[in-house]
Every structure is written in C-alpha cells, then in structure tokens.
Nanobody
C-alpha cells in the first residue's frame, strides 16, 4: 500500500505561482503514470496534467503553457508547477498514481486564486 500526500496549496493572487508536491510513502517508479486532477465547487473533477514513467506529459487545454508536471523518482515525489494563475484555477488539487490494477489518490490540497 502506498500513500500519497499533497502539499503546497494556498492563497495566491492572480498572476502568481505555486508549486504543488505529491509525496509518496514508497517508490513512485511502480506507477506507470501519475496525474494531477482538480475539482472546483459545483463542478466535476477534471484532469489537469498527466505524466508517464518515461516522462511523457499531456495537459488540459486550459493550463497548457502555464502548468508543468514533473516527477522525481529518486525523491518519490511528483510536482505541479503552476504559473500565471487565474481565479478559475481555484479548486482542490489531488494527485494520483496508477499501477496495474490499482489507482492511489492523495487527500487533496486547496488552491485559491484571489485578489
């Protein structure tokens, strides 16, 4: 069993930056993919960014050019660098790790973009 713990959320002004971390209690090399999702109040959860074990990435159109997903297998941590934040980026951000037959989720971290 692997636990994922997100951190780095908070309150930021529009145009600001945050870096979210997703720390695993074990090796993340077991995950052939990791991803960040977000869910805003009253909305469905949406995929924000995805990264494979080989570091291939893809992003939601709404965050392309502003967000960067990465993973550090040595530190057992995935990251989401978020720049040029907008009020519509406000949501609870959660990470997951996918291995054959199972998906692990963290508890989420709140990101609020407001002046």
């Amino acid at each position: 069993q692997v636990q994922l713990v997100e951190s780095g959320g908070g309150l930021v002004q529009p145009g600001g930056s945050l870096r979210l971390s997703c720390a695993a209690s074990g090796s993340i090399f077991r995950f052939y993919a990791m991803a960040w999702y977000r869910q805003a109040p009253g909305k469905q959860r949406e995929l924000v960014a995805h990264i494979t074990r080989g570091s291939n990435t893809n992003y939601a159109d709404s965050v392309k050019g502003r967000f960067t997903i990465s993973r550090d297998n040595a530190k057992n941590t995935a990251y989401l660098q978020m720049n040029s934040l907008k009020p519509e980026d406000t949501a609870v951000y959660s990470c997951n790790g996918v291995e054959l037959g199972h998906t692990y989720w963290g508890q989420g971290t709140q990101v609020t973009v407001s002046s």
